[in-house]
């Protein structure tokens, strides 16, 4: 038995896939989200990051936090991501050193470092709540700088940025593209030409146990994650149409053009009453038209870790768990 | 030094260097001298009349290392800089220090009236200046009584006159001598160059030099590449500029500009002829660096240096202009010019200067390359006329041109014509005045009259030039301007370019003209004028001059430029007579064989094989103009066994199969060698045409304008090749005496291995024979990195030096001794697992059906760089055929079905290499000359524009 792990936000997609990872590797495994977890074989605690008896609860005797817990979106109230990504996670933060708890994965998102423009093979830059773009990446910006400088002799901190992570019943990245493909809504801007980084789910997860076993060497740094193998917007997006059976994106509008409907969008949905995601932003618009792909050297060296699933086998995955 | 100097603040520069000295006044600075009387004045201090100088001198900096000197290099800055000049001269001689390596002193002098030395209110002219400075170096101890020498002087612009003076002047300490564009000669009655003819001009100079600092701003914009930082200019104007300053403070500048002798009668002539004879006479180390966009010290001023100084390392760096030190790592080239060619000399008892002969033996290689040199005893020097000597009473047909029809046969030249047409033009040529080692530019199209031209240069020991068409004019005109001609040979066309470029050389015409035409392209004669000249000398019993040596220079040959800039190549004698043994040996050609070429090199090589040569119907500027037919017409026309071609002449000759009869298919038939020349083909195209030669052994070897032939492999070997593990294209073994080695190479892709012959090890082809180059004509800087060193199989270093190339090709050797070339070495991806080289990846992406071509390029920064694969499509395929109409095909990246095909095929069970994403360009952009070397460098660079995002079309 290697101790006991908590992951907040276990209920989502990469949370599920962490707590399995870590129940695999041979941790003990607790649970805090507010909906079930729904984990095989780990102990549930239900509540929400913001609720410090909750996080209480959930920190008791653990000896590590694998924190995933965050709002996720392309819109909303600003005060919202504020209180849940930032707020969420200094509650943690102060929970965690008060049971003593000696290590902490804090999982960010490169996001954090990217101010619009393209990343062509670079590492881990540092996070910039100013810089970065959306209120998500500021948020999470925020909150991993709050992390990293938690580290210290007492309580041990690593930040990991999994790029793009997809998989087999992911809601996010996968369901929405499928979905949008399927109704012929896809468009790809100026052709998908630009290289990015993806993470199949399962080697993410992997590598937050991996940054946890290696906390010695990576704490208080921040890792980029990834599959290393870049492909174009349109191939990746191809691939992920043709394994679940549905039309492949066809047309192309130029990433100008979808840029500045972003930002008419985006201040059309500030005004608007509801909860619903706009269909583009300009965040969205620039992570579909300019490359961001990583240098893994220092990733794959320090985590000891390379992923064991490659985009191809993924994609296999992918095919199987939509075609049963 | 303790105190405010005058450079404190100055970037690049340390203020320990800064001394100031008050120095008794030269002769002919006193009181009553006059300018120009130093030469009649006693040396002596009677007056005690001192003059201020500013010097930048390390001495204090090695003092504090405690490291002991073994020589000093005497820095002269020129018009209107300073010892500013010199700052990263002064920075690395004293890093080198810090690493242990042997110390040199830099003394960086501010002559009087320029930067912070004093302002004497007197007029200086050449020679007073020369006083000036040795009296600050006997102030200094670096001449005069007790001096401790060595020196070795270093000069820029009119500084480089005053330095070079200075060491015509003091043989006894002299080791060496440095200069950046720096002219010692102006030919009476040659008007100034156009900027300083304004400058000099009178209301003129005083404005613009006096002032104002419009000539200090025009000097410091000439360093154009980079535009200098503010702060640098603002310290190159520190001296001139400032309310305390003044206008008088910029006199010097004037004074200077004034001083240039354009004349016969300026006072300064005397002392720059004495000057220019002295330099003539110089035997130490002599390194010449120079930068060619200078619009004053233009090329000629270069040419009459190098033939002042024959022994100089000259180097010209492309694209840098007068402002060298400002522009280039001119610091580097310094200290490996003092360290390997002067410490030598300095480190021996004795005087300090090497005799020529020792110049002469470290030319060839000095011991090093002794022991490197190929084993086994060379083979007597014949030289490359013999043959039309031994068969000057032969009848039989030397030469044919079959595009040069006379009465309805091809034009034919007997060897007797051919060998009496060459005596009599050698002579013609002597009578002219053309001598040995000097230059001939040919610009002729290959035909008897380029071979007649060619053969009795070589005879004179005139060096030949030849830079062909393919070069297109701009790149004809940089080859021409860099290898400087004194003659220039050539048909109208290029006439007329020499004319409208201003190419330097007298002017000789290789057609008829009528006399208008002559004089208004400057043509002194014709090349027919030439001959008929000679013949009458030879009928007089006027002798030819002796025969050029083996080891003289022959001939400057230029790269293609494919793989980058066209660079000369010198060949000598030696080195050319033992290419043509190695060819003639290898593919057994002899005096019955024939030889069928349109491959300019191995065309004019036929009458040094003793056989007849035939040039087939064809644009010899536009290989694959060459058909099927024109081929079968040359090997039926003289009868050929032998035929060289070019891969894009073969790729047109096998697409043009279909027109061959049944007499033409017999003619080919009939040939027993075949080669391809210039780029290795692969198996299919060799097999298509060997189909056409049922009874040739097809060869493909593999060389470059460096060394042309290195291996060789039979259309039989590639077959046997195909079945090997190996990754790349199989060239085969060796040729002869050339031999091959290996360096490997490290993460970044960087050949710094020691060379070996270890097998399946990735690294640079290094490549050794008696056929090599000489150098580089011009690069001693490129010749450097070429040589290097070459270790035997045990990695013991056996021997290093110029006789070995490095060929910036990769690939490596198999356990049988073939070479496997995989790329050049500037392709090379590095990626996050190592460096990639992309042939064996391009090989296999061009077996997916549709396919023509495939390019492999990196993409990303170095060390992280992605795998990515540009393909051509097949006419006709349905790849192609997709992306043709309005609105098909405007995506540059391939479909998915042809993405998986190409993945698989290159991917990590084949090839090794995994591969992010395969774009499509309807043509791959390739190099002009040879049309067949892909530009991979425009690849990469927009394969990374279109995965970075940009709406971007065509590469």
New interface residues.
Partial sequence: MNGTVLVTGASGFLGRATAGALLTAGYAVRTLQRRPGGVPGADDVLGSVTDPAALARAVDGVDAVVHLAAKVSLAGDPAQFAAVNVGGTRALLDAARDAGVRDVVHVSSPSVAHAGTALVGVDAGPADPVGARGEYARTKAAAERLALAADGPDLRVVAVRPHLVWGPGDPQLVARVLDRAARGRLPLLDHGTALVDSTYVDNAADAFVAALRRLDVTHGQAYVVTNGEPRTIADLLGGMCRAAGVREPRWSVPAGAARAAGALVEAVWARRPGTDEPPMTRFLAEQLSTAHWFDQRRTRADLAWTPAVTVDEGLDRLAHAVRG | MSGPTPVDGLPGVDPRDSRVLDVPAAPGDRGGDGPGDAAGDAAGDATGETRRWHVLDTAARLAGLGVEPVGTLLAVHGNPTWSYLWRALLARTVADAAAGRPAWRVVAVDQLELGFSERTGRRRDLAQRLADLSALTDALGLSGPGATGPVVTVGHDWGGVVSLGWAVRHPEVLAGVVTLNTAVHHPLGDPLPAPLRLATARGVLASATRRTTAFLDVTLALARRPPLPDEVRAAYRAPYAGPAGGPHRRDGIAGFVADIPADATHPSRPALDEIADGVARLTVPALVLWGPRDPVFTERYLDDLVDRLPHARVHRYVGAGHLLAEEVPYADAVAAFVAEEVAPSVARPGPAGPSTADLAGRTDGGDAAGAAAPAGAPAPFVPLWRALDERADDDGPAVLDLSVRRRGAPLTVSWRRLAGTVRALAAGLDAAGVRRGQRVQLLVPPGPTLTALVYACLRLGAVVVVADAGLGVRGLSRAVRASWPDVLVAAEPGLLAARALGWPGRRVSAVGLPAAARAALGVETTVAGLVAVGRVRLAAGLPLPAEPGADDPAAVLHTSGSTGPAKGVRYTHGQLAAMRDVVRDHFGIGPRTGLVTGFAPFALLGPAFGTRSVTPVMDVSAPRTLTARAVADAVRAADGRVVFLSPAAIRNVVATAGELGEADREALGRVTTFLSTGAPIAEPLLAAAAALMPGAVPHTPYGMTECLLVTDVTLEGVRAAAGAPDGGVCVGVPIGPARVRIAPLDEGGRAVGAAATTPGVLGEVVVSAPHLKDGYDRLWLTDREAARDVSDAEGARVGAGPRWHRTGDVGHLDDEGRLWIEGRLAHVLTT?VGPVAPVAAETAAETVPGVRRAALVG???A????PVVVVEPEAGSSLARSRTGPLRG????AP?EL?AAVRAAVGPDRAGV?V??VLVADTLPTDVRHNSKVDRARLAAWA?R????D?VRRP
């Fill in positions: 996050a993409v990303g920064p060390g992280v760089q992605v405007r995506s540059p990246l998915a993405v995994p992010v994403a990374a279109v995965l970075a995002g709406p």
